[in-house]
C-alpha cells in the first residue's frame, strides 16, 4: 500500500496478514474516465434527451393522503388545443402478483401497477391519477388542471403507531399478515411480522449486571438526489419500446416496464442516461410505464416526462419512519449477556419496507448468545418506501448504538473497548444467522481508537465527542460484461451497471490491471439493455464487487484470447504463451499487449470477450465513526465540529471514490440525525416537499470529513473488494447522538434531533 | 393568450436571437430552445444552484430568471466556462480532485466557483463554504468540492 | 408555470399606469427570487409583470455620512453588501441584508422585493425598522412616504395601494454611539427561512455606559415584522447591563405572537425571541462602543 500518495486527511491501515498482493493500477487515483464531459457540461443525464417531435407529459396527482376515486373526467383536457394522450390506470392491465427482488429488498409488480396509476383508490398525497402528453410542458400542465377527479375523502394514517392500532384506516382491504410462513385472518396494515430468535433470552437478561431499554422514533427521510426522475420513451406501432431513462438498473426498467404494461420484454430497450444520484430512490420504476402508454396513445410520439422537485418528494420513495424498542443487558466488565429489539418500520402505502435488513443491522456488529429481534412491516398513507443508501440500517443502528453508548456510561467503560470486546470477527455467527468470513469491525475499531481524533481535547463548553459502529450485509447479484481489443492496443469495455459514483474508473482500473496495460487504455461505457448481458441493479453496494468480479473475469478471458493469438502469430500451441506484467512471451519472442494488439490482423483477427456471472461472497462491510459536535444550549442547534469515518473497503480500488462514498454517507447521516423530516399537516398532506424545508446539509452544515481506509480484504472476491457505498451511513445518527449525550447529558431519542426537539429537552432538564 | 417575446444576448461570448414565451425561465430556454443542456435543473425554485450562470457576470440561478429579462444581457453557462484550449482550471481541479460523483450538480459548482474566484482569488475555506452554500450537492459531502476549489484557486495564482 | 405577460417599465408614471390598470392582476418584477416561484407554484397569479429594474431610482445606490442612505427598490443585495462606506456605516442592516438567501439569490434579490413580499419572516425588515427605515412610494397621485414598519400590513399583503409601488428605501445616517445588529435562528448555516429574526439599534451615550435610544424588531413571530417599540423605550435612559438588556428581551418575548408551523413551534420561536433579542443587543452595543 503506497500511503505517501495519498491526501493529507486520509491514513490507509494495512491490517494483519495475509500480506496484499503488490498492485500497479489499484490503488492510485486517476482522473474517471467519464469526467471530462460531466465538467464541462456536455454529459447527458435524464432531462437532457431531445428527440423530434417530442411530446411533454405531466402527472395529475392526488391532493388527498387517503381517498376513493368515485370517477376522473378528462373531457376539458381532451379538448384543450394541443394535448395529444391522457392516460389512467384504465389505459394499464391487471398485473398478477410477482416478486422482484431489487438489489435492495423487493417490489411486488402488482402493487408497482398501483402504484404507477391509482386504480381505485388513492393512498398518498402524491399518489399519481393520471396523466397528459402535450406539445409544451404549459400546455401539459394547463391540461393537468383541467382533469377533474372525484373523490371520496377516507380518514388517513401517517403513524405507524397509528396503523398499527384497532381500528385503525385500512389501506387494503385484501392485506392479510404474513407471519412465520402463514397469513393471519383479517385486514390490517401489518404486512409481515419476522422474527429472529437465539439462545434464552430470559437467562441472558439475568445474567446481566445492567440492562438499559429504551425507545426511539424516527422521521420519514427522504434519499435527497439533486436529478429528479426524468424519462424520454418512444413506443412504436410495431410493439417496440424505447426508454431512455436515468436508473440505478437499466434491465430493472426494462423488467418493471415489461410487467406492468404486460409487454414481451424483449420488445422493451432501456438506454441508460448518465444518472444524477440515487442512494436506493431509482431502483423501481414510476413515469417510464406512463410515459410508454401516452407515447402508444399520442400516436407514437416520444414522450418525455421529468419530475418537479415536489413531486419527487411527494411521490418517490422515502425511507421509512419507524419506531423501534431496543433492551441490551451486559456485565460490568463490558459482556453482552442478551439484547431484544422490536423494529416497526412504516412500509409507505405498499408492504416493503426495509424492516428486515433494520433486523439485520440492528445487533450484527456484535456477538450476542441470547437475543430477540422482532420486525413489523406496517403500511401507512405515505409514498412506498423505496430504498435508502442501507435501508433501515441508520434508523437501527441510531437505536442500538446509543443504547450501547448508555451501557458503557453505567459500567465505566471507554465506548471502543466495549465494543472491541463484544465486536464480530471471523467464525461469529450474525444476529441474523449467517456466519462471517473474514470481517474488519475490529480494524476499524483499533483504527479509530489510535486516530489523533480519539484523544484530542474537545477545546470548549457545551461540546461532547460521540462514537458508534455500522454494519452493512453488501449485496453480490448478477453482472455482464463484454470487452473488444483496438487495433491500437486499448481495449472497449462495455457495461451494463449504470455509474452512481465513479464506478467505470474502478473497472477501468480492474481490467488495467489485469491486463497490465495503462488505465487510460481502457474505454468503460454503459450500453443499452440489448447491448449487454443482465446485469442487477446499482445498488446493494455490488458494482466495484459483482461487476467488478465480470471485469476481473473478461481481463483473464482476454488473456486466453489473446495469448491464442499470440500462438498463432508464433506458429506454437497456445499452451506455451506465458503472460506476465502485461508482456506476452514464448521463447524468444515477446509482445505487450499493445504491440500484439496491432497485429492481431495477421494473428488470427479481431478479440472479443464477454461473460455473465452471479458472484457470491459479498464480504459485509464495517465502519467505526467518531464525531464532535457543539450544542447552543439556548437554540438547541448542534454544529458538528469535526469528524471521522474509519471503514473496512477490503481492497480499495480507487481510494478516492471510496473516500467519497465514505465523505457522503456521512453526510447523509448528519443531514438524517439533525433535521431532515417528512413534516404532514392533520390530513396526512405532506407540507415541506422542497429542498427549502426538507433540509438537507449545505457545504456551510458540515466540516471536511476525515477518512481512515481500513482494508482486510473479502475472501470472497478475487481482489478482495467489499462494497462501500452503504455501510458509511449506517454509523452518523447514533454517533451524533452519542456526541450530544456527551455534551448536553441529554439521551436524544427522536430523529431527527432538530433544534425544537432539542430545545424542548434542554428546557425541560433545567427546569 | 400572451404573446412570444424576442430576446438578444449574448451567450457564452456570442450573440444569440430566439423567440420565447413571456413566463419562459432563462433555464427552460437555455434547455429547450438553445440546447445548452449542461445547465442541470434541481428544484426549479432557487434552493440547489444545478442551474447556475453568470448573468453579466454576477451568478444567479437561471430558474429565477425569466428570458425576456436577458434582453441586452450577457449570460456565461457551463458551456461557456473552459476556454477554446481545453478546460479551466476549476474543472481541471474537480477532476483531479475527484470532486463529483454523480456529477449533476457539478456544473453548478463550477459556475459558483468561477463567480468566486473572479472576485476572491484566494478564498479562506469558510468563504469557500459560504459562497457555495447555495449549491446542493447529495453524493460528496462537500469534502473534495472545498478542497478542488481551494486548490484551483492556488493553480490559477501560480498561473498568473 | 402559469401564462402571463411580461413588459418593461418604460418610466415610473408607465409602471403607476399598468398597475394601476391591471385590476390586481400586474405584479412589479424586481429581482425575482420570490415573484417567480409563487407564479410558478400557484402561491400568486398574474395577467402581466412589469420589470422595474432598467428604472433609474429602482437601481439607486448612495450613501452620504450626513444625508443617509438611498436604496432603489430593485437594487440587488450583492451590491449593498460589496459597498465598504455602506458596510461599516450599516453593519446591521448589511448582515440582514447578506442573509436573503445564497450568494446566487443575493445577486438579483432586493430590498423592495423583501418588503413587498411582506413575509413575516423577511431578514431585512427588521434591520430596515430598527434603523428607522422609510419607504418612498410612487402612485397615480404622486409619491407619498411611509415607515417601514407600517409596510407590511398581513401575510403577503402590503400598505400599497392600487396602482402604487416601491421606488427606494431611505435609511436615516447612524446617530454617533450608535450600532445596530440583526441575528436570525435558522435550523442550518444558510438556505433556510428566519424561524426567528430579530433586529436591534441603540445610541448610547459618550462613554458608552447608558443607553440614549434603542429601537427593537422581530421577524417570524406575528403576522408581520414586528416593531416592538416598549422594549426600545425602556432602554433609553437606562445603564448598559444584563439586567437591562434581560428586561428589553423579556419584553421582547412578550411581544411576540408566533404560531407553530412547519418551520419552528410557537414555544420555540418565543424563547428565541428573547435569546436572539439579548443577543442583537449585546453586538449592538459593542459595535456601538467601537464606533
Redesign the interface.
Known sequence: MTTDTLPADTETVETAAPARPHYRVIGTRPVRPDGVEKVVGRALYGADIYLPGTLYGKVVRSPHAHARIRAIDVSRAAALPGVKAIATAADLPLVEDKILVTGEGSVNQRYQSMNTLARDKVLYHGHAVAAVAAVSPHIAEEAVALIEVDYEVLPAVIDVRDAMAAGAPVLHDDLRTAEEGRKLDGPTNVAEHLRYQRGDLARGFAEADVIVEREFVTATVHQGYIEPHATTVLANADGQITIWCSTQGAFAVREQTADILQTPISRIRVIPTEIGGGFGGKLTVYLEPIAALLSRKSGYRPVKMAMSRAEVFAATGPTSASVIRVKLGATRDGRITAAQAELIYAAGAFPGSPVGAGAGVIFNCYRIPNLQIDGYDVLTNQPRAGAYRAPGGTNAAFASETVIDEVCERIGMDPIEFRLRNGVREGDYRATGPVYARIGLRETLEAARRHPHYTAPLGGPNRGRGVASGYWGNWDGTSSASATVNPDGAVSLSEGSPDIGGSRASMAMILAETLGIDVTDVHPRIVDTDSVGYNDVTGGSRTTHGTGWAVYDLGKKLIAAMSQRAAHLWEVEPEAITFADGVFSCGDHALSFKELAGRLGEAGGPVMVSTTMETTGAGPGFATHLVDVEVDPETGKVTILRYTAVQDAGTAIHPSYVEGQMQGGVAQGIGWALNEEYVYDQAGRLVNASYLDYRIPTALDLPMIDTVIVEAPNPGHPLGVRGVGETPIVPPAAAVANAIYHATGIRMTTLPMSPPRLLEAILAKES | ???R?RVEAQINGDPVEFLC?????LL?VL??VL????????????????C?VL?DG????S????A??VHGHEVT???G??GSDG?HPI?RA?????A????????GF?V?AR??LDRTPHPT?QQ????????????????????AVLAAADTMETAR | MQAFDYVRAASVEDAVARLAASGGQAYVLSGGTDLIVQLREGRRSARVVVDVKGLPEFGDLSYDPDMGLLIGAATPCWRIAADAAIASAFPGLVEAISLIGGVQIQGRASIGGNLCNASPAADSIPALIVHAAVCEIAGPSGRRSLPVEEFCIAPGRTALQPGELLVRVFVPPPAQHSGAAYLRFIPRNEMDIAVVGAGAAVTLDSHGERFVAARIALGAVAPTPLYVAEAGAALAGQPVSPDTIAEAARLAREAARPIDDLRGTAAQRRHLSGVLVRRALERAVERARAR
Open positions: 393568450m400572451t404573446s417575446v414565451e413571456p413566463y419562459q425561465s427552460e434547455r429547450d440546447g445548452l443542456t449542461g445547465t442541470k435543473e434541481g428544484c426549479s425554485n432557487g434552493n440547489c444552484g444545478a447556475n448573468l454576477v451568478l444567479v440561478n430558474c429565477l430568471v425569466l425576456p429579462e453557462t457551463i458551456e466556462i473552459a478546460l474543472q474537480f477532476l483531479d480532485h475527484a463529483l460523483q454523480c456529477g449533476i450538480c457539478t456544473p463550477i459558483a463567480a468566486l475555506e469557500v463554504r459560504h459562497w457555495l452554500a447555495g449549491n446542493l450537492c447529495r453524493c460528496t459531502g462537500y469534502d473534495k468540492i472545498v478542497r
